[in-house]
Structure formats: C-alpha cells, structure tokens
C-alpha cells in the first residue's frame, strides 16, 4: 500500500488560491458577458465617445486581475507565507 504524503499547510494555501483564482476568472467571464449584452443594449462599445465605461466593464477588468494575481500566489516557487520574524532571546 503506497503512503500518501501529508497535506501540508502550504499545499492547503495553494489549493484555496488555486480555487480562488478560478472562482474569480470564471465571475469575470460573467462580468464580462454582461459587458457585452450592455454594450449591444447601447449599440456603442463602452468607453468610446461620450459613453464612459459601465460597472460590468470595471467589474470584469478587475476580476479577471485579482484571478491572476491569485493564481501566480499559488504558482509561487517561493511559497505563499514566506513570513520570518525574528523572536526576542530570553
């Protein structure tokens, strides 16, 4: 019977970020589905001429950022809390 190796606390972060960044890149393909049925309702592209960009515009643009920057945090060769504090000698 092979050993299955332990889950770490550092696979545990990088599984939620994983998670999060594909949660967070599949709401800005809805975002960015929207974006487009508004900009078909308008018959101009957002932010062309006097029609600035609509929240679904913002709200895709960012989603779809905070998702890759989720997904380069659990990609890290470095690990996702590289946190070292150094303690007070007693």
Do not use: N
């Not at 092979?2 to 990088?14: G, K, N, S, V, W």
């Not at 997904?71 to 470095?78: D, K, M």
């Amino acid at each position: 019977m092979a050993c299955q190796p332990a889950l770490t606390e550092d696979h545990l972060f990088r599984l939620g970020a994983g998670l999060t960044g594909f949660v967070l890149t599949a709401s800005a393909e809805l975002s960015a589905d929207l974006a487009r049925e508004h900009m078909a309702l308008l018959g101009v592209i957002c932010g062309a001429g006097p029609h600035p960009h609509c929240g679904w515009c913002y709200g895709a643009a960012s989603l779809f950022l905070v998702g890759l920057a989720a997904f380069a945090g659990a990609l890290r060769p470095g690990g996702l809390l590289q946190i070292k504090a150094k303690l007070p000698a007693r």
